[in-house]
């Protein structure tokens, strides 16, 4: 049964990799897609030829090893890249730069350090040049949806790691994008925490009506969090396959860690993977 | 606070301490102790020769100072931010800092005569180039993870510039301006004794033909005392601009 759920992901993806802009595309509402991105650093080819779709409301992880191409494929999708060839679509319209349909949560914090968490999670509204008071109350509201009620005045080296990336989500909550990129958002985080942040990370996906991009190197936490893992391969860099874990969504988060099938996927990845590990 | 005070003031005491019995060894004819210098500047301050030295030397250092600042500040800035003007003007204030200034002094007299414009130079090539460079190096260094945060969350150059590069920079800008008007207090009173004696120049070459150490000494005191001031001053200033920034930084 669990067998059957992965084999025909395989096969779904296999289809849309031969055919990445047919009717596969209109069928399912995608919120960002990527049309046959390559991206060269001088020598280094980062990507090439990459086509990958995300669709709308579903949290779509990234997940290969170090060095294949997962933050540079992030950035382009943000827009902080230029790709050398291929596009970006996000809602329908080609990516040319950094906005407002899109929000980026940074794997080092990327924190104002002089700026208190109030002033650093409205930061992205006080860019967008909304009126101080105005800013501060949306801010307010998801310093408390992140569970940091109380720190508005800290400043983030008074905060732990974990403390500190929920001040770097909430920043990318309060301006409301459809989008969030999430790059390796938990790696700086301890195991307790970033298991914690897992479970708010489904909790937000299924209250918000957000696509979710999320990188992690994490096998585990891919399958825990993903309706669609896309596994990058490097050398040359690719889209190997497409998995969408879907039976054990329902069973709770206790019980999900247990699940055949989370384990079964959790192995077959590691099976693909293995061979790009050192 | 009570305490980091209270350690300035014992090492005020000692340093004080050791300056009286120096003056009663003594080490030298020519240094007197600290109680008859301290005599020495509150006779000056009474009888007006202090706030009159004062008024002369204030003028160059106050204008090289503000220009310096000003001036060093949005060059570094530029130099930081374009590989061009770094090409450009960094061997200016590379070369500006390791000229010896002794050999300058008299070229600047001989283009701008030796009014108030040479000593303002004097000062400005004491004082710029640390701050030049520290803000370009300190804009260079800033954190690139900052800057595509401002640009992902859709802040214009300016707004860059402005809300992350310089608040990042600043500790590293306060401290090229720390270093710059210290040596900017040495550029006045060497344009003084070196150019024409005015001001606090005056009374030290004054006071030091006559045999008059008790006011020499007086005389550099005040100066040293006028600079630590200031910098105290720049320090509160810092503190107020950026307050979390002199509480460490957000790094693993
Ligand atoms: N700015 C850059 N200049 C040169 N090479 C880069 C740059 N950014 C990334 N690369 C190279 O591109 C490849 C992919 O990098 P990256 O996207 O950071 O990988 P990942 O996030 O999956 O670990 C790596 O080989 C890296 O060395
Ligand atoms: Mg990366």
């Keep these: ?278 | 606070m009570n305490r980091s005070l209270l350690l300035k003031l014992l090492s005020a005491a000692i340093v004080f301490g050791a300056w009286e019995i120096a003056g009663r060894v003594p080490v030298s004819y020519a240094f007197p102790t600290f109680l008859d210098s301290m005599t020495a500047l509150f006779a000056m301050s009474i009888d007006g020769t202090l706030l009159r030295a004062y008024g002369e030397t204030l003028r160059p250092l106050v204008a090289g100072i503000a220009i310096s600042a000003l001036l060093g500040i949005v060059i570094g800035l530029w130099i930081g931010l374009s590989e061009f003007c770094d090409w450009l003007f960094s061997p200016i204030f590379i070369v500006m800092q390791a000229a010896p200034l002794a050999a300058l002094i008299p070229l600047l007299v001989m283009a701008y005569g030796i009014g108030l414009t040479s000593k303002v130079f004097v000062v400005c090539i004491m004082a710029m180039p640390v701050i030049v460079l520290n803000t370009a190096s300190a804009v260079r260094n800033t954190p690139s993870s900052l800057k595509e945060m401002g640009r992902s969350f859709l802040g214009s150059d300016f707004d860059i510039v402005t809300r992350i590069i310089l608040p990042s920079a600043s500790p590293i800008i306060f401290s090229g301006l720390r270093l710059g008007i210290s040596a900017g207090f040495i550029g006045a009173i060497l344009a003084e004794l070196k150019i024409t004696p005015t001001g606090v120049g005056d009374i030290i070459t004054y006071s030091r033909s006559i045999a008059d150490y008790p006011s020499m000494y007086a005389a550099i005191f005040s100066i040293i005392l006028l600079a630590v001031l200031f910098l105290n001053l720049l320090e509160r200033l810092e503190g107020q601009l950026f307050a979390g920034n002199n509480r460490g930084y957000v790094s693993d």
């Design chain 1, 1 to 278: 049964m669990q067998e059957t759920t992965v084999a025909m992901s395989r096969t779904e993806s296999a289809r849309r990799d031969a055919d990445p802009s047919g009717p596969q595309g209109a069928a399912v509402d995608n919120a960002v897609s990527v049309r046959c991105v390559s991206k060269t650093f001088g020598s280094v080819e980062a990507l090439k030829n990459l086509s990958l779709d995300f669709p709308r409301g579903e949290l779509t992880s990234l997940l290969g090893p170090s060095g294949c191409g997962k933050t540079t494929l992030l950035k382009i999708i943000a827009g902080l890249l230029e790709p050398s060839s291929g596009r970006v679509e996000v809602g329908g319209e080609a990516v040319t730069g950094p906005g407002p349909d899109r929000a980026f949560v940074f794997q080092d914090f990327a924190l104002l350090p002089w700026a208190s968490v109030l002033r650093n999670v409205a930061f992205g509204l006080e860019l967008r040049g909304m009126a101080k008071s105005e800013r501060e109350a949306i801010a307010e509201k998801h310093i408390c949806e992140v569970g940091l009620a109380g720190f508005e005045h800290s400043y983030p080296h008074q905060l732990s790691g974990g403390m500190r990336q929920r001040v770097g989500l909430a920043r990318a909550l309060a301006v409301d994008a459809d989008v969030l990129l999430m790059d390796e958002p938990f790696s700086a985080v301890d195991e307790q925490t970033r298991r914690k942040f897992q479970e708010d990370l489904l909790d937000l996906v299924r209250n918000e009506r957000k696509t979710f991009i999320f990188v992690t190197h994490s096998i585990e936490e891919a399958v825990y969090v993903s309706d669609q893992i896309a596994i990058l391969l490097p050398r040359p860099s690719r889209v190997s396959e497409i998995i969408r874990p879907s039976g054990f969504r329902d069973k709770g988060a206790d019980n999900l860690r247990r699940d055949p099938e989370y384990l079964d996927i959790v192995d077959s990845i590691w099976a693909s993977l293995r061979s790009y590990v050192e």
